[in-house]
């Protein structure tokens, strides 16, 4: 699976672009991610640190050019065949 990740998570992952053996689903993706990277991952992905985490509003998640609310939300099941694409919140004008 190849994920690629914008704006401030590049920061907060330090890599842009991730080949890797794809997780169940984007949830098991996202907490993953939140393990390895912690606190720079977690404050631009969750609205909180309650569980089960809830996406930050604004946040984009797509899976092969589909935003994830048209398919199955976090619980969309990913193969490594997949391309994912994650947007953090951003605010500009």
């Known amino acids: ?13 330090g890599e842009k672009e991730f080949d890797m053996k794809a997780p169940a689903t984007i949830r ?3 907490e993953d991610f939140s393990n390895r990277f912690g606190e720079p991952f977690d404050k631009w992905i969750w609205s909180s640190n309650e569980v089960p985490h809830r996406l930050m509003a604004g946040t984009i998640i797509m899976v092969n050019g589909k935003h994830i609310a048209h398919l199955n939300g976090l619980d969309t ?11 953090p919140p951003v605010g500009g004008g």
């Open 1 to 13: 699976m190849k994920l690629r990740v914008h704006a401030f998570l590049i920061y907060a992952t």
């Open 28 to 30: 098991q993706l996202l």
């Open 77 to 87: 099941p990913l193969c490594d065949e997949d391309v994912v694409n994650i947007f």
